[in-house]
């Protein structure tokens, strides 16, 4: 049994008629926009909304920042402000919080509220911390040592995880900066073992050079991962085998029909895409990046964008008064279910509660947890997006 276990803290029992989030949950939609604003004005400097790019339209246009897992995760890291309010998934208010200032003198720390505790992400939950000690441990009896490889996790993984990797001299990435994350760990080690993502893991690895035959993937429902000694040794990359359902969708059969369908198109995708999407691909980026892309490309430009449909539908609805158009990869584009599941009740709820002191829905991270992944959350800082 693993000694890292996530603690996620709420708020005390709160009074039915003033807080309770089925009160909430009872409103219909935009009528409660007028509430989040006067909650959000009356709570001032102490508080900022931080807004993953995947959260939908009617919570996002609340946020103080947008940004990538990237870019939040430094704003959490810089920001004075007392009280974060996570409009995103679990895995980035966590690591707000083991970014956020210690409480010390207590009561100035800062405090992570993610309104939804259900809003978590099905990439990250494929990586348990007990597996990832196992497949450790079966790496160190198939003869390798720690001076051999080192452990990268994507953002998208629990703290506990990010904790594992800090304590083996490895590190935290994103889509934004995970070709520098290798880079940083191939100047210390000669192999790299990639959680959660197999897809960002062999996509940045095939473009730094490495051929798909120097990596394997680790399948940890199987013994020793489905792999034998020999195999591990001989490899320079182990990639857990974990994925995004909603990047995973998109397929090569995709790229092909748009470019048919309109010659000239521009297809952008997220590089948790496969590595056959990827390689037929104009550009790969994460969230921020792809923005970018749209906002900096010529009046005229046509993207077919892969990623999270709100995501390119915002971007189609804002930039066709700019002459650009945008359509997604595929027509049945998929939304992130868990990203959806904060909605403008639960962030009413949220900063109601906040506005009359009381933290409610708060995650806060296990102080033994939080120093190494700090410190794997710190390396990543360090090699910057
Ligand atoms: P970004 O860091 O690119 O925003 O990606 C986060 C994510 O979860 C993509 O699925
Ligand atoms: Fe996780 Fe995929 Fe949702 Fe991103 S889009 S938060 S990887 S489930």
Redesign the pocket.
Known sequence: MSVFVEEIVSAPAVEQDVCSLDNYLAQPDHTIDGRIAAARAKLGKSTILLG???QRDEVIRFADYT??????SKIAAETEARYLVFCG?HFMAESADVLGRPDDPPGTGQQVILPDLNAG?S?ADMAEIGQVEDCWDSLMAAGLSPADILPITY??STAAIKAFCGERGGLVC???NAGKAFDWAFARAEKILFLPDQHLGRNTAFAMGIPLNEMVVWDPYQINGGLTPARLKAAKIILWKGH?S??QRFLPEHVEKVRAKYPGIKVAV?P?CRWEVCQKADAL??????IHLVESAPEGSMFAIG??IHLVNRLAKEFAAKGKRIITLDDTGCL?TT?YRISPQHLAWALENLVEGRVVNRIQVREDVKRWSRVALDRMLEIRA
């Open positions: 993953h790019h995947y940004g990538d897992s990237y870019k939040l998934v992400c990439m953002m998208n994103t889509s934004s995004c909603v990047h997220h948790e980026g994460s969230t921020e990046r792809l990623t999270e992130c990203m």
